[in-house]
């Protein structure tokens, strides 16, 4: 829902201040699909709202749960345009909720072994199609019924936070403040691929919200032939900024490493991002995610689990936090790097 739109419109339309405060209630706070569930406004305003003010911006075009209920993905399509997109809603724990929301109709950062990268970017998202997939799920939870605390957003979906940082940095606002979605800072995580200027003004900006880095590669040559995002901003000038953040915020940093077969899951890049990470400093702010890769029916193939576990226990070997992350919603082409808007 566009806010700012919405009390325009009442103040110019004379309807007391008052009306704004319970519309954003009813449909922020409590999830209501139609303006005819506010039942405390009166029902010539829910009819004019209805006609004239859209709650959400886009059409729900499909919506998919995974087979194990773990994660529904959707397909919107955007009234501005046409565009597609996709959001998914997963269950990391029975009864926690959390969106993986997108900012962009692709991406034009061009990462080789991701569905969205293939698109190219199309556009923007305005900050209004950014919250609004989160008043989505608001809203679907509701209708489903479905119990559990929804209280965390991923910006992990379609495009790169940092490429259209005014309108993400505008929607972190909107769903902070108390008086909209009310989500804890520390509830929000932006994940990069590695965008030097905006990881230091999310440093600056942002210090409570989680920061994830997309880092996949532990050396500039590999990176930079299937992330091309190194090319502007190497490894060298990406450990930088992580300092510059740990320097302002003692924080946790994710590093996300996606494990492909062949190609980053040798002992050496095992031995590399080691190397890589303790470089870094303040090893007890930095966490390895290592993520088997989703396939996308492309050249990549995911590592063995038996390799992503010995290079696990070398991280643990360096007293470097790892985990390995479970892919959910891969089986609805929801999961990391298959979001393709399809
Ligand atoms: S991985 Fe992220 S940054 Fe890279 S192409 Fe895909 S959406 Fe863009």
Redesign the pocket.
């Known amino acids: 829902m566009d806010i700012a739109y919405l009390s325009r419109y009442l103040t110019e339309h004379k309807y007391p201040a008052f009306r704004t405060k319970q519309i954003i209630k009813g449909v922020i706070q409590d999830g209501c699909a139609t303006y005819a569930e506010i039942t405390t406004i009166p029902r010539a305003l829910q009819e004019e709202l209805t006609r004239d003010v859209p709650i959400l911006p886009f059409a729900v075009v499909s919506v998919h749960t995974s087979h194990d209920g773990q994660a529904v993905k959707a397909l919107l399509q955007l009234t501005d345009g046409g565009h597609m997109i996709e959001t998914v809603l997963i269950s990391p724990k029975p009864g926690m909720w959390s969106a993986c929301i997108s900012c962009?109709v692709?991406?034009?950062?061009?990462?080789a072994?991701?569905?969205?990268?293939?698109l190219g970017l199309k556009r923007n998202l305005t900050t209004d199609e950014i919250t609004s997939q989160v008043l989505f799920w608001r809203q679907y939870l509701k209708k489903q019924q479905i119990a559990g605390t929804f209280d965390n957003i991923v910006y992990?979906?379609?495009?790169?936070p940092f490429?259209n940082w005014k309108n993400v940095r505008e929607s972190i606002s909107i769903l902070t403040d108390k008086t909209l979605f009310s989500f804890s800072n520390r509830g929000l995580s932006v994940?990069?691929?590695g965008v030097v200027p905006g990881i230091k003004d999310f440093a600056d900006t942002c210090p409570q919200v989680n920061l994830a880095i997309?880092l996949h590669f532990a050396s500039d040559e590999k990176r930079t032939m299937y992330?091309p995002?190194n090319t502007g901003y190497d490894l060298s000038a990406l450990r930088e900024a992580l300092q510059y953040y740990l320097s302002k915020n003692k924080r946790k940093i994710f590093i996300e490493y996606i494990m492909l077969k062949g190609i980053n899951d040798t002992p050496e890049d095992a031995r590399l991002l080691a190397q890589y990470v303790s470089s870094i400093g303040h090893m007890q702010l930095l966490h390895i995610n290592l993520i088997r890769y989703n396939s996308i029916g492309e050249n990549f193939i995911p590592s063995d689990r038996d390799t992503v576990k010995k290079f696990q226990s070398v991280m643990q070997k360096m007293h470097i936090p790892c985990t390995i992350r479970k892919s959910v919603g891969d089986d609805i082409s929801g999961a990391?790097?298959q979001?393709a808007g399809k």
């Open positions: 962009q692709g991406c034009a950062m061009g990462c072994f991701c569905a969205t990268g293939k992990m979906g379609m495009g790169e490429m994940s990069t691929s997309s992330m995002v990391c790097g979001l």
